[in-house]
């Protein structure tokens, strides 16, 4: 059994998909799915995915990419991450990515707002969800200023200087399709060597299809290519991967995945 640590289930296409995503899910050995929360205004849409299917969770976080949405509170985030079935805070971070003529002074408000989540984290004791791009030094210093200890980068696509940092902290470090990518040659140096008891696999869905599906619409059913990809760079049998990483999900999260008939592990 895989689980696809993080995709957002609420964006375009995916919303109005919802059974044929779960069948899909089903028939591809995909157990259970962390349903990512970008906006406030989208959390009640990503929390009720959650409470209306056992196999579902759910985080509360505002992108760092978002800065056209409600700005949250400490307690905005702690209401609903006080809430049944909300596991994670994030996904949350820094993105330096699309500057678009900003400076980095100019991203002081992403700090801030980050610094936010990573307090509320600690208060609810519920791990943080990691997204960062073009800014890993400042993302870091934060979390250790900050204190922060619990939690996943997910989509991992930071050099090995970056993962080893991450581990020390006490961090997981999630793989995506960009695994599978032919261009991902440094990537999949890092994921050879992270230990297997730290590392999740997602989709990210909607974006970023594994090969064969490349550029295609994304579900959590294919976490299960990346997870074969995981197992080929460890030289390790697929079936080892799928049980360490969703162990390591239940682990992380404070979840227990129901296992669907006829999946052992
Ligand atoms: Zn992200
Ligand atoms: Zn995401």
Redesign the pocket.
Known sequence: MFVDS???LTFAPLQSQLAEIRAAMAAAGVGAALC?C?TLEEFDAVHALATGHDNFWASVGV?PDNDDVSEPSLDDLLRRAALPRVVAIG?TGLDYFRLAGRSHDDMAWQRERFRIHVRAAIATGKPL?I?TRSASADTLAILREEGASNGVF??FTETAEVARAALDLGFHISFSGILTFRTAADLKEVARWVPLDRCLIET?SP?LAPVPFRGKTNTPALVAHVGAMLAELKSLPVETVAAATSANFERLFGVEVLRPAGLAS
């Open positions: 993080h995709c957002h990512i970008t992108h996904e969800v997204h997910h989509c990210d974006y």
